[in-house]
């Protein structure tokens, strides 16, 4: 058969491409495709990713092409993929380049990936070379963005550059057939590497041998350990000893707050959790998150992991290091991030030692550094999608790919709580990893590190910095100092629950108009008061309030989050006159003093310290406490999860009354009919049927909008799972975040998707 001269003749193309495509195998997947298809040229690493030039038949080229694109590694995502037909060079054979750096850095920074199968079978083989070795690695596994300190991702551009690779690793790490071609955390036990053991209830004595064996010992013995990941250190004690897990709780400060639980195996979990096949799928996936699921009646796991909720955070090993003391244990541990209360993962050794000598008996370390922390992912599973609470290790720093570019850099301050940044420049936005609460100096140092090194990484100087209207917020306060400093930069404040809204329509590409459920515990409104339960008929670059929740008042301020009793107090004094109230026979009434009823009673009638919120997380709060719970919370969302429990127990689709008047949904008469409830679970039950009805009311009034289902509220699996239904049964269009937290977590990136969209109006403008 005769070729034709179109599908013989030679060129020469560029490729350049961008996404997730450095640290994740792509240049060897590059040279193997080469091969294959006899093609010459090179592959590098650059500031945009990875650039690739190859001479050979046109029918080679397309061929090289379609599986670049369609078939990359596993762990390589391709955003775009550019390419132009340049001269020939008459180039023999195919070589992967030293790394280039081009003008501007735009390749996407590579996540931490679990220990991979090959890696675990080689851990697992005695006759490997890498036996038992804690930091083993390839292509396909390991530290990425945990141990980078800038792009292209080359060994000397991480923290391993202090590791000089032994003669093995060096012929594993050149030879293009191997695993870990250009891996670059590759080391062995001649190379890499170093474990230590101190323990310091021999006055930090420290080990450099049988590290493993003698932190087996210590959780043996009921003690506590602290152990270096790949983002940051983790608490351990055995998972099964009461009184280990009641110590840790008491050293830790840390009452009532559920602890995460790490097994060696599914099947070990299946003793103490009942799991799904999607659950099971998230918990095996190469991101290892930490995963609620439900508990199941045993007697192996200690009561104190999660006291009072049904639910439990399971995770699997992820590095080696873990797997490996798993293993010699032979036990669930309990495995919960080493900070003190409202700061930051500990990375560092010595800031260990200094902060948590107090909780820890012993720690596990060694001397390959932490660049980056990174805290575990912790997610939901709700019908087989995921629901972020945290986004981090193994997802994050996540980028989200834009078709329209943008000629200003856009950096985004977030909220305070579950705080993260946002980097927005041409194509992209680069949501951080979790940083936190912002709640203490050493999370505020955190928090600016974090933008520091992503400035670094990204050579990045914002030409607009976008925050939170709420002027006590530390990332406002950041953010106002940032463009004062800076007086070429603009800056814009952006109202929170809009921000909520835009941040799902941000990772759905959406640009229409939605109906938008902005539904938490709190965020500044417009009016100055506290908002939390709004309704927004929201576009990229407007909003209006279409609807929000009755006020309710916060006795006490911020003491009133930490005592539910005294929110669902002011939704009594709402309802009742004082002497009608003072003879109320209800737990929650005569759980305070006559004084305290008296001095609350004038707080409220003459608005003295309580301020006013539409939130729908300060109305769980309160329906908790005229259920019955008059306890102070120990932490964030405990009502919610509590009412969420006993909900579970009631299975019924009543609902209390509400009406909704001049955009006001009242729930007057559903506060009224709780109080002479008997039963806390059908309340429960009741409230959150309520909270569904009055959605689908106000979607099905909305039917040419889509819905948007943003903020805390829905981390509730119970009012989801029983959205999605409804939506479903009257065929309505619905958005929740699936790969983004729908918690303050992506509030930044809510904000930089306003700016983007507002950025680009101007310039459709300016063009016509």
């Not at 070729?3 to 994740?24: E, Y």
């Not at 292209?152 to 551009?157: G, L, Q």
């Not at 049927?689 to 039917?703: G, S, V, W």
Request: contains cysteine; negative net charge; charged residues 25%.
């Amino acid at each position: 058969m005769q070729l034709s001269a179109a599908s013989t003749s030679k060129k020469r193309i560029r490729f350049t491409v961008s996404g997730v495509v450095q640290g994740v195998g792509f240049r060897p997947f590059v040279y193997q495709l080469a091969d294959k298809y006899t093609l010459s040229g090179f592959v590098s690493n650059s500031g945009k990713g990875v650039s690739i030039e190859v001479e050979g038949s046109a029918e080679d080229i397309k061929a090289f092409y379609e599986a670049l694109v369609t078939m990359p590694p596993p762990l390589a995502r391709i955003e775009s993929c550019e390419k132009e037909e340049i001269m020939l060079q008459e180039s023999e054979g195919f070589i992967i380049q030293a790394s280039s750096q081009s003008d501007s850095i735009s390749s996407m920074l590579p996540v931490d990936v679990a220990l991979c199968d090959a890696c675990r079978a080689e851990m697992k083989d005695p006759n490997n070379r890498r036996y038992k070795y804690p930091f083993i690695n390839c292509t396909d596994c390991g530290p990425r963005y945990t141990i980078i300190d800038t792009l292209p991702y080359d060994r000397k551009n991480t923290s391993m550059k202090f590791f000089g690779m032994c003669e093995a690793c060096v012929l594993e790490y050149i030879e293009p057939s191997s695993r870990r071609y250009h891996a670059q955390p590759i080391s062995c036990y001649e190379c890499g590497p170093q474990l230590f053991f101190i323990d310091l209830e021999e006055k930090n004595c420290r080990y450099e041998s049988d590290v493993i064996a003698l932190a087996v010992k210590k959780l043996q013995s009921g003690k506590t350990i602290a152990l270096k990941g790949l983002g940051g250190f983790h608490i351990i004690c055995d998972a099964t000893n009461k009184e280990a897990v009641e110590s840790l709780r008491e050293r830790k400060h840390r009452p009532s707050k559920p602890l995460a639980v790490m097994a060696a195996s599914i099947e070990a979990m299946l003793e103490f959790a009942l799991l799904s096949e999607s659950e099971i799928s998230k918990l095996s996936s190469k991101e290892r998150p930490i995963v609620v699921v439900s508990k199941k009646q045993n007697r192996i796991l200690a009561d104190a992991i999660a006291p009072n909720i049904d639910k439990i955070g399971l995770f699997l090993p992820y590095t080696p290091l873990h797997e490996l003391l798993l293993e010699a244990f032979g036990k669930p541990i309990v495995a919960t991030s080493a900070n003190l209360s409202d700061e930051p993962i500990i990375t560092d050794e010595q800031e260990l030692l200094q902060k948590l000598s107090f909780v820890v008996d012993g720690v596990v370390t060694h001397d390959r550094d932490i660049r980056n922390a990174c805290d575990d992912s912790v997610m939901m599973d709700i019908g087989g999608d995921a629901l972020f609470l945290r986004l981090a290790r193994g997802y994050a720093p996540k980028s989200i790919y834009h078709q329209k570019p943008i000629e200003k850099n856009i950096l985004a301050f977030g909220a305070n709580q579950k705080s993260t940044v946002a980097l927005s420049f041409g194509h992209n936005t680069i949501l951080s990893p979790h940083i936190g609460d912002l709640n203490s100096i050493d999370a505020v140092n955190y928090f600016q590190e974090t933008i520091a090194t992503f400035e670094r990484i990204y050579e990045f100087v914002p030409e607009i910095v976008v925050c939170d209207k709420h002027p006590n917020y530390e990332s406002t306060k950041l953010a106002h100092a940032y463009a004062a400093s800076h007086p070429k930069t603009e800056l814009i404040e952006l109202q929170h629950h809009y921000a909520h809204a835009l941040a799902v329509m941000a990772e759905y590409g959406l640009e229409k108009e939605v109906l938008a459920f902005c539904f938490d515990g709190t965020g500044y409104g417009d009016d100055g008061t506290l908002w939390g339960g709004e309704v927004l008929r929201a576009t990229p670059t407007q909003y209006s309030r279409f609807a929000h929740l009755q006020t309710l008042y916060l006795l006490g301020g911020e003491k009133a989050v930490r005592e539910p009793r005294r929110v669902g107090l002011s939704l009594l004094f709402e309802l009742f006159t004082f002497e009608e109230l003072k003879n109320l026979e209800h737990p929650l009434v005569t759980s305070f003093t006559p004084q305290e009823l008296k001095t609350l009673h004038m707080m409220h009638t003459k608005g003295i310290n309580r301020p006013a919120s539409s939130s729908v997380g300060r109305l769980f709060d309160g329906v908790y406490a005229l259920s019955g719970f008059l306890e102070e919370l120990g932490f964030e969302g405990e009502s919610g999860l509590i009412l969420e429990k006993i909900a579970m127990q009631y299975k019924s689709d009543e609902s209390y009354p509400f009406t909704i008047e001049g955009g006001v949904i009242e729930y007057t008469e559903m506060v009224r009919e709780i109080v002479f409830e008997k039963e806390p679970k059908l309340i429960a039950a009741k409230f959150i049927n309520t909270l569904c009805e009055i959605i689908i009311l106000l979607a099905q009034q909305n039917r040419e909008l889509s819905v948007v289902l943003c903020g805390g509220v829905f981390q509730n699996r119970v009012l989801v799972e029983k959205l999605k239904k409804r939506f479903e049964s009257h065929s309505i269009e619905y958005y929740i975040a699936k790969e983004t937290p729908v918690n303050d977590g992506a509030i930044s990136l809510g904000q930089a998707y306003y700016v983007r969209k507002i950025l680009e109006q101007k310039s459709k403008d300016n063009n016509e």
